[in-house]
């Protein structure tokens, strides 16, 4: 049994089980509905359900409220249709057909790049390809059932070995187990790639990109792959973090900088230390943006990392001039659900 789902404004239908979120039916149906953490957090497919009824599994409370659920708002990641629905979202305008599928990786090379960073190397079996665009993420899959997510570093043309950049979250379950008891050459599933946080290639505007700590990995993947295809478009690359140990392949945002003079490297530091001798940029990162720019109307800005800090400068750089689907982020949410 399925249900059809049809979609407003574009008019487009698809099936979705019983089983399965709207998200995931739109997924395997091959269409473009916008999410990000597919998880209950983050808000980023929030939409109406214009006729029609649905069941909304766990979510995170903060990001939709009683009143808005009564109006007919839903979360599409967490919905599941009880019959057939018509729903109001806008479809993403993305071309690229990729399904994301499973498979088991394995743990290549650790290398602990910071007290709280672990670059990790993950090869994927000689007879798979895996088809990504940089900037999606792949979710691990945990023995319990639960997932992670976390952003592929590297870029596509050098797919069988896939990077990743991981943040030790203190009592999280996947980071700590990782730091403390993983073994290079361990077996690993994942699935993916999921996400539409990737470069826009059809634009000519130029890009800014904000980095909060981790929120560094898609990004990387994206200026390697530009770099690769011989992108011109101008890029200032602004990275944000606490102290100096915390900016992490700092080098070689130097080097693209050195080699290339359509890069431009900006890193912020909030808390430097004495010892770091920092002279360059002080502050939060989206401020550093907004200092430099009287007005971000011709910018198309990729933002990537907590997600405090993609809320507060999502609504800065908007009242800054930045069109709104000018805006493109990652939010980098915790996995936990939190219960309603
Ligand atoms: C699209 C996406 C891409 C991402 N990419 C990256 C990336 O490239 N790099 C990166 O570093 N991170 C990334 N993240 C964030 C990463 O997925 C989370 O940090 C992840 O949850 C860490 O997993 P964990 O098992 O270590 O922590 P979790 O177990 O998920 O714990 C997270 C937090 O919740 C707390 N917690 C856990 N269980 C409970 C509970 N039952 N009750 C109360 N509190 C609890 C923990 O103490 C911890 O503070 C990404 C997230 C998203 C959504
Ligand atoms: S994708 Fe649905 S809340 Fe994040």
């Known amino acids: 049994m399925s249900y059809t789902i049809k979609l407003l404004p574009s008019g487009h239908a698809f099936q979705a089980k019983p089983s399965q979120t709207i998200v995931e ?4 149906a091959g269409i473009h509905l916008p999410y990000g953490c597919r998880n209950g957090v983050c808000g980023a497919c929030k939409g109406k359900v214009v006729e029609g009824k649905v069941h909304l599994e766990d979510y995170q409370s903060s990001v939709i409220s009683e009143e808005e659920i009564k109006n007919g708002m839903t979360l599409f990641c967490r919905a599941i249709a ?24 394995r743990v290549e090379a650790l290398e602990q790049l910071t007290h709280d960073v672990m670059l990790m190397k993950l090869k994927l079996p000689s007879t798979d390809q895996l088809q990504f665009v940089a900037g999606q993420y792949l979710e691990f899959l945990l023995k319990d059932g639960k997932r992670r997510a976390f952003s592929i570093a590297s870029p596509s043309h050098e797919s069988s070995l896939l990077e990743i950049h991981l943040r030790l979250i203190p009592g999280g379950e996947f980071t700590e187990y990782v730091f403390k ?55 200032k690359l602004y990275r944000g973090a606490r102290v100096l140990e915390d900016l992490y392949m700092d080098a070689l945002c130097k080097r693209w900088a050195h080699e290339f003079s359509h890069i431009e490297y900006i890193p912020v530091l909030s808390e430097s230390l004495s010892e770091d001798k920092w002279q360059g940029r002080e502050g939060l990162v989206h401020e550093a943006v907004l200092k430099d720019f009287i007005s971000l109307n011709d910018y198309q800005l990729y933002c990537c990392g907590a997600p405090q800090m993609v809320e507060v400068a999502h609504k800065a750089f908007t009242a800054q001039g930045l069109p709104e689907d000018e805006f493109y982020s990652d939010a980098f949410t915790f996995a936990a659900p939190v219960k309603k």
Do not use: C, W, Y
């Open 25 to 28: 039916a739109a997924i395997d």
């Open 82 to 105: 009880t019959e057939n629905l018509i729903i109001e979202i806008k479809e993403l305008a993305i071309t690229n057909n990729i399904r994301p599928k499973i498979f088991p990786v």
């Open 181 to 235: 008891e993983m073994k290079e050459k361990s077996i690993l599933r994942v699935e993916g790639p999921f996400g539409n946080f990737f470069l826009r290639e059809d634009s000519k505007k130029p890009i800014i990109f904000v980095a909060g700590g981790t929120g560094f990995a898609p990004i990387k993947g994206m200026i390697e792959e530009s770099i690769q295809k011989g992108m011109k478009r101008p890029i």
